[in-house]
């Protein structure tokens, strides 16, 4: 929440020139904890705070730059934990109370090839990572991004994610090649997740839910 504060203060001391009323900065505030809680560089936020010069951002306003080399998507709603920002669950105090936090529930900014492959190796057994070969899986992933991108109701990076979760939860399942042995859960996978992403749309629950409820 400092950090929040501190570069809040830089923005109106340096970019607009003012403090203006709490009730109209505060998406700004908001727009600076997602990219803080997105582990955005230091630079990178105050290159995206230069260009605004207006009393409110809203998360909505920032820039598409920001979503540069990754897989993810401005815009774009992901159900598959490791691309959401959650807000921390309420906390019992020693006293006896309950501390809550700020509700909000955001996509993930930067997301990467990488990302996947390093998700896939930190779930599977070490022996199986022995097996495992990262330059073909590394290829192995974009040839599935590329595979699912024309599949109605599919956000492709979500789809694989599920798809790895559910691979290594059979027990049954061995690593022979790699990643790719994650396909033997398509027939499993994409019937429910197209089913949960077409009711997710048509109830309205596939929106973030900003800081300080902007």
Not at 69 to 84: D, M
Not at 105 to 115: A, G, K, N, S, V
């Amino acid at each position: 929440m400092e950090r929040e504060l501190t570069y809040l203060m830089w923005y109106f001391e340096n970019v607009l020139g003012y403090c203006p009323d709490e009730s109209v900065w505060l998406p700004t505030r908001a727009s600076i904890a997602y990219m803080l809680d997105s582990e955005l560089s230091e630079q990178d936020i105050i290159t995206e705070l230069k260009r605004h010069r207006t009393e409110s951002i809203h998360p909505n306003d920032l820039s598409e730059r920001l979503w540069d080399k990754s897989l993810l998507q401005k815009g774009h709603f992901y159900f598959h934990k490791a691309l959401q920002i959650v807000s921390p669950a309420p906390v019992l105090k020693k006293d006896g109370t309950v501390e809550y936090s700020d509700d909000y529930l955001e996509m993930r900014i930067q997301f990467t090839e990488e990302d996947i492959l390093d998700y896939f190796y930190h779930h599977i057994a070490k022996q199986d990572q022995d097996l495992c070969d990262p330059k073909k899986d590394i290829k192995t992933i974009a040839y599935l991004i590329k595979r699912f991108s024309n599949i109605e109701n599919v956000e492709p990076v979500d789809l694989i994610l599920c798809l790895i979760d559910d691979f290594i939860n059979k027990t049954e399942n061995t690593i022979n090649d790699g990643v790719i042995d994650v396909l033997k859960s398509l027939s499993n996978v994409l019937p429910w997740y197209q089913n949960d992403y077409k009711n997710a749309a048509a109830a309205g629950l596939n929106k973030p839910r900003w800081h300080y409820g902007v």
